[in-house]
Structures are given as C-alpha cells and as structure tokens.
C-alpha cells in the first residue's frame, strides 16, 4: 500500500509499531560521551565534544537503526507522515542551538544546560504520535534534572548533567522495549 492510499491513521498505526529504539540508544551513546569528556577534557574540549556528540546524534541513529531493524535507509519501506513529523521535530531541536549558542559564548558551563533541555524537547510530540506516556516522561525528567543538577553542581555542569541524561535514556529505552503494542 502507498502513501498516497494509506490513511493517516493507517501511518499512525504504523509508527506506533515501531521499535523506536535506534535514535534514544544514540542519544544515550551520544551523552555518555559527553560525560566521558567532561572528565577528562579541558574546558575547549568539553565544548566540542558536546557539539560534536549531540550534534551527530541523528547519523549515529541511522547507523544503530540497522543494528535494531529499524533501517532508517531502506528505500523499500514505504513513506511514513509520522517519521517526517520526528524528522521536523528534531529539526526543531536542531535550530534550539541558536539559543544554546549565545549562551555558551557568554558561559560555556551553560552548553548542558542549554542542549540537554532543549534537544530533549522532541520527545513530547513523540507522546502524542505513538500514545503513550514515555515522550512526555523523558522530556519533563530531562528538564528537571538537568536544571536542578545545573544549579546543585555548577563545578561539574559537563559531567553530572550528561550522566544523569544517560540515566533518563537508559529508562526509557526499558519503558520503549516493554511498552505494549497493539499489531
């Protein structure tokens, strides 16, 4: 069945089924490395990383989706509405980086503050395409911790704030895998 005849619905549907676990899986590889690199990198360092790592976080995704069977690549799949609609809203999260970015020449310790929360904001509409709860979890827990380990341990901004990111990561990950789908 093609796009042009399957309903919104019918793609919906379709979405809904899906693994989902190929881009969290990058984000968590992504943020684990910042972490990483928050320990043993100089100030310059840390910020590249973080720029680096998250910003790559959609190319790592296609390269785990082969891993998970999600194959973000395969021309055989036929379009999807709603995987445009994640595409736009991690494009939204992509362009947040021109808040993060004054910021972070004002004060480079505010980069985890600013990315983590701000490209964590693309899972809401997750919650509402696929129905469950996990989208809006992940995005209020994100932002809460985030800030709250921002203003608890300023002298390790680039380290605690990933660490905790990949923690929000690991647990939704567990909540994708065990959610139930109808088929």
């Given at each position: 069945?093609?796009?042009?005849?399957?309903t919104?619905?019918?793609?919906?549907?379709?979405f809904?089924?899906?693994?989902?676990l190929?881009?969290?899986?990058a984000g968590?590889?992504a943020?684990?490395?910042?972490?990483?690199?928050?320990?043993?990198?100089?100030?310059?360092?840390?910020?590249?990383?973080?720029?680096?790592?998250?910003?790559?976080?959609?190319?790592?995704?296609?390269?785990?989706?082969?891993?998970?069977?999600?194959?973000?690549?395969?021309?055989?799949?036929?379009?999807?509405?709603?995987?445009i609609l994640?595409?736009?809203s991690?494009?939204q999260?992509i362009?947040?980086?021109?808040?993060?970015?004054?910021?972070?020449?004002?004060?480079?310790?505010?980069?985890?503050?600013?990315v983590?929360?701000l490209?964590?904001?693309?899972?809401l509409?997750?919650t509402?395409?696929?129905?469950?709860?996990?989208?809006?979890?992940?995005?209020?827990?994100?932002?809460?911790?985030v800030?709250?380990?921002?203003?608890?341990?300023?002298?390790?901004?680039?380290?605690?704030?990933?660490?905790?990111?990949v923690?929000?990561?690991?647990?939704?990950?567990?909540?994708?895998?065990?959610?139930?789908?109808?088929?």
């Open positions: 069945m093609t796009q042009l005849t399957r919104l619905e019918e793609q919906k549907e379709e809904k089924r899906a693994k989902l190929a881009t969290p899986i968590l590889i943020w684990f490395i910042v972490g990483v690199g928050g320990i043993f990198l100089s100030s310059t360092g840390k910020v590249w990383v973080l720029f680096l790592a998250t910003g790559s976080i959609v190319y790592l995704g296609m390269f785990v989706s082969k891993f998970t069977g999600e194959n973000f690549l395969d021309k055989t799949r036929p379009k999807n509405t709603f995987d994640f595409l736009f991690a494009g999260a362009l947040v980086y021109a808040i993060a970015i004054p910021f972070f020449l004002v004060d480079y310790s505010s980069l985890p503050l600013t983590g929360i490209t964590g904001l693309m899972w509409p997750l509402w395409i696929i129905e469950h709860w996990v989208g809006a979890f992940h995005a209020v827990a994100r932002t809460i911790v800030l709250t380990l921002w203003y608890l341990l300023p002298q390790h901004r680039f380290v605690a704030i990933p660490f905790a990111i923690v929000i990561y690991i647990v939704t990950i567990l909540i994708l895998m065990n959610r139930k789908v109808e088929y």
